[in-house]
């Protein structure tokens, strides 16, 4: 199972990568387990200085931006 980590604070563009990634997920129709990170400590841990951020298995794929469901769809495949 894909482990996924939105890091954010809760603002309205992590809110939407968060939306975005359940979406590709449920369409992609693969298990993963979804959580958000919210403590800015845990967040700076990864070197995530700009949210939102996505990690995938551990890795760190996207930081400031909210990609588009192709690139996520990419960035899963490639951690599957």
Known sequence: MLEI??????????????????????????????????????IVEYGVMLTPGLVINGKVKAAGKVPGKAELKKQIESEM
């Not at 563009?13 to 400590?41: F, H, P, R």
């Open 5 to 42: 980590k939105i890091l954010g604070t809760g603002c309205p563009k992590c809110k939407a990568l968060y939306k975005t990634v359940s979406e590709v997920i449920s369409e992609m129709g693969i298990d993963a387990d979804i959580k958000k990170v919210e403590q800015i400590n845990e």
